[in-house]
């Protein structure tokens, strides 16, 4: 189907919509409130007994923010509830939202096996449905695993073809941890990947969409599910260059944060994503560049670009843990050095892929007394660390625990409450003033004056 560009407005309907949402993940739990905001009831379904028993009392099962709170009041309102049984949820419901993981499987392609068993459960629901149903696929999955694998499941398991006895959707999502909520409610962009002639799914979904008021793009399904990989793709692939541009820069005495504004000045570049760090993390853009790269060699196309920010990516937490070192004059064994941020980016406890990791791998290699703090994620880091065969990591109580006695402290995630520490706080609890901020969480002008010794991604040495 040719590509087709619309704007979606408020549609008119007597009485909401009642859904299914299979998975209640980030993406399952956040993508279910955004639809009860707008007056439909919900249905979450999931495998793990305690995440539904959580919802079904209104307990958010992760930290995300505005998550608790939307999700306490439409439980108690009546508009979300949640269930083990896919069969009930469908058969209640006019469209089932498909929202289980897709992880990285050893060959970086995705792991489909969620996704598979999803879409044999709600077919078993489809086959006595006697109502037209429709399937909508929000998992991120490489172009044709609709078409290949989600639909095979579903006809087979339904007895029905589709699209005449069901329909499949792609319908991707493009939250962010951290703002997951808020970019649900307001999306820059729908956009749904249909099967040809299927004019009663589109119709469905532009009502269900309506209410959301954005602009709406209809594609095929290959096309829907590459919209998503390449996005994500591309935006981990501009953090990449910005933090080897960054790098070059400090190596040259400019500033580099300074030279990427200028950058993104342009109005042709734009300066979303030119900003330099530890590198990314999180469940979707390493997984997201895998993906990419192993579907292109399944196909024989090269994919040097995704491969290319993969490596810059595992080089970043050196460049850091080296800024420290060097500033120690070569040694870190036994100085005490505070890492401050464990999760992978501010607002989540998430720590999947996180920066922090190989970050403290270095240090403790080096012999390094790491004190971690985060305000957050603490316990899913030590967790993580110990599964990785690391050292159980210290996890200090409060930002000033960590930072006393340190001789340098690293910023790894730019949680508001590093943002604003003053320099007085590292002058006073530090044996030693050097912060090496890894996200440009400070002003280095302002630690300077302070009396702190400053490093920063980007930033030239004093």
């Known amino acids: 189907m040719p590509l087709q560009s619309a704007t979606g407005g408020p549609a008119t309907r007597s009485t909401p919509r009642r859904l299914a949402v299979v998975g209640t993940g980030y993406v399952g739990l956040v993508t279910a409130l955004a639809f009860a905001e707008h007056g439909n009831h919900v249905r979450c379904v999931d495998v793990i007994p305690e995440r539904v028993e959580a919802i079904s009392k209104g307990r958010a099962p992760f930290y995300e923010p505005g998550v608790a709170e939307a999700l306490a009041r439409h439980v108690s309102e009546g508009r979300v509830a949640a269930t083990t049984d896919t069969t009930s949820a469908v058969e209640a419901s006019d469209a089932t939202f498909l929202c289980v993981g897709t992880p990285s499987a050893e060959d970086g392609s995705y792991d489909l096996s969620q996704l598979r068993a999803a879409a044999r459960d709600v077919g078993s629901a489809l086959a006595d449905l006697e109502r037209h149903h429709v399937v909508v696929t929000k998992s991120t999955v490489t172009p044709t695993v609709n078409r290949q694998t989600v639909l095979p499941e579903l006809e087979a398991t339904s007895g029905k073809r589709a699209p005449g006895g069901f329909s499949l959707v792609s319908n991707p999502e493009f939250l962010r941890e951290g703002s997951a909520l808020k970019d649900a409610l307001e999306p820059d962009r729908i956009v749904l990947g249909l099967m040809k002639g299927d004019d009663g799914a589109e119709t469905l979904l532009r009502e269900i969409y309506g209410p959301f008021d954005r602009p709406v793009l209809v594609t095929s399904l ?239 040495a004093p």
């Not at 400090?250 to 590198?279: I, S, T």
């Not at 064994?333 to 996180?354: M, P």
């Open 222 to 460: 290959e096309g829907a599910e590459l919209v998503k990989l390449a996005s994500n793709s591309l935006l981990a692939i501009k953090v990449a260059f910005a933090n080897e541009v960054a790098n070059v820069a400090a190596a040259v005495g400019a500033d580099g944060y300074q030279v990427l504004e200028g950058v993104g000045m342009d109005h042709r570049l734009g300066p979303h994503f030119l900003r330099a760090g530890a590198g990314f993390g999180g469940s979707c853009f390493p997984k997201d560049l895998q993906a990419l790269a192993a579907f292109a060699d399944s196909i024989d196309l090269p994919a040097l670009m995704p491969r290319a920010a993969l490596e810059q990516n595992q080089v970043q937490p050196g460049v850091v843990a080296a800024m420290v070192r060097t500033a120690l004059d070569g040694d870190v064994e036994g100085r005490r050095v505070a890492l401050l941020g464990l999760a992978f980016k501010a607002d989540t406890d998430d720590v999947r892929e996180t920066r922090a990791l190989p970050i403290y791998s270095l240090l403790v290699g080096w012999g390094a007394n790491v004190v971690c703090h985060d305000p957050r994620a603490g316990p899913a880091f030590e967790r993580l660390a110990v599964q990785e065969g690391l050292p159980r990591p210290e996890i200090a109580p409060d930002v000033s625990s960590a930072l006393e006695g340190a001789e340098a402290a690293i910023i790894q995630t730019e949680w508001r409450e590093y943002r604003e520490l003053g320099p007085d706080r590292f002058v006073s609890l530090m044996a030693r003033p050097l912060v090496v901020d890894g996200r440009r969480a400070l002003d280095p002008e302002k630690m300077r004056r302070g009396g702190v010794t400053y490093l920063g991604i980007g930033h030239p």
